[in-house]
């Protein structure tokens, strides 16, 4: 799609998830994208290997440099205008208040339980944000399956909510590529990984609990942990007081692409975070990469990447007796493990990708303009999303 419009993308910073979705952009706007940057990165993503040359993005512009109020302006000559987080509302507000279209992309509004909607300081504020601009021309992208039915909670954005998520850089392996990194070893050895940050709500604690239980059945696997944090210290004094050490590697932060090297080498990815976690693009990478995933079902972005028992398998809530059901059947079933794979990175490389998204977001935008017809697609980027109450339960496969 070839179109001519001034498009501007206006959020914290740009990081390595956003990159291809804006280069996706750039490709078919040209200058007519840009991504305004409203604040440095925090120096902790920065150690995680985030960083970003910013030179080397054209596109980019920072509005807390010189020039800001050239770029305030541009925002609000922009054709269309997408707000992600970010500490400059006004500027939303103040295209709003012009009448002229916004885009904004959210994950959930009440991460931490629905029932924090009955406070009348945030509900007011999100009145002023949100709700009074129900019929204005104004329009959710929702990060995470359930970022819909929060903002129902507040009557925001009635009929115009659209499944949306963050798009890692893509990669494409022939077969025999993806054979050779899949290929086990002669013990017969499935290589398991887990990747992020050492923090409670990502439940790191899941995957040494994995590791005791497949030792003690005897099974030959191998863990690699790649990330830190707060929990690191205590993770590997228990990985050495249970003997897992041979068993168990730690490698630490790494940057992105190294882990998704580790991502292309794994039989199985864990995807344990719970609730707190808005999306989770480690799991689109995982996917893109050819793993079998076993994923918790409160994260933003299981219900829309993963069809359970179809590309991946799904886990109620928190319930580490059923994380360790489902990857006892993996172990049990090698040949659905690797459907599930091959699934798994269809599922990114044919829908959930950043060519398709800025695709159907720019017909979309389109649309808003000048009026043409635009039917929502069935699935994927830009398909309605539909309020889904947090946590719909799954059924676990039995081994």
């Known amino acids: ?35 305004i940057q409203t604040e440095p990165m925090e120096e902790e993503r920065r150690k995680m290997g985030w960083g970003v040359d910013l030179a080397s993005l054209p596109y980019v512009s920072v509005l807390y440099g010189n020039g800001r109020e050239a770029l305030e302006s541009l925002i609000q000559d922009s054709d269309i205008a997408l707000f992600g987080w970010t500490d400059r ?45 129900r019929d204005a021309e104004a329009y959710l ?34 077969d025999a590529q993806m054979k050779e990194m899949k290929k086990p070893d002669e013990s017969g050895t499935v290589r398991i990984l887990w990747a992020g940050r050492f923090l409670p709500l990502k439940h790191p604690e899941f995957a040494l609990d994995l590791a005791a239980h497949l030792k003690e059945r005897g099974a030959r696997f191998h863990l690699d942990l790649v990330g830190g944090g707060e929990m690191e210290e205590a993770l590997k004094k228990r990985a050495a007081d249970e003997n897992l050490s041979e ?58 990447l993963i069809e359970q028992g179809g590309n991946g398998l799904i886990y109620n809530g928190e319930n580490e007796e059923e994380f360790l059901a489902c990857a006892d059947y993996l172990f049990a079933h090698p040949t659905e493990r690797h459907e599930f794979a091959v699934h798994a990175q269809q599922t990114i490389g044919t829908l959930w990708n950043a060519d398709t998204a800025a695709e159907r977001l720019l017909s979309f935008s389109d649309h808003i303009l000048t009026g043409k017809e635009w039917t929502p697609p069935a699935d994927g980027p830009m398909s309605r999303a539909e309020a889904v109450r947090p946590f719909p339960k799954y059924r676990i496969p039995d081994i």
């Open 89 to 133: 509302e006004d500027l939303c507000q103040k295209r709003l208040e012009a009448g002229k279209p916004v885009i904004r992309e959210s994950e959930r509004l009440y991460r931490e339980g629905q029932w924090k909607a009955v406070s009348p300081r945030g509900l007011i504020r999100k009145h002023h944000d949100h709700t009074r601009w």
């Open 1 to 35: 799609m070839v179109l001519t419009m001034k498009f501007a993308f206006v959020s914290n910073y740009i990081n390595h998830h956003q990159i291809p979705f804006c280069e996706a952009m750039r490709s078919r706007l040209g200058s007519g994208f840009r991504f």
């Open 247 to 304: 068993e168990v590697t730690f490698h630490g932060f790494l940057p992105p692409g190294e882990v998704r090297g580790w991502m292309e080498r794994a039989h199985i990815f864990l995807f344990t975070s719970n609730h707190l976690e808005g999306w989770g693009a480690v799991l689109n990478e995982a996917m893109n990469s050819g793993c079998a995933v076993i994923a918790g079902s409160e994260a933003g972005a299981v219900p829309f």
């Open 141 to 174: 992208l929702c990060n995470g399956a359930y970022v819909a039915s929060d903002f129902d909670i507040i009557r925001a954005y009635p009929g115009k909510k659209y499944r949306w998520g963050y798009f890692p850089d893509l990669r494409t392996y022939t």
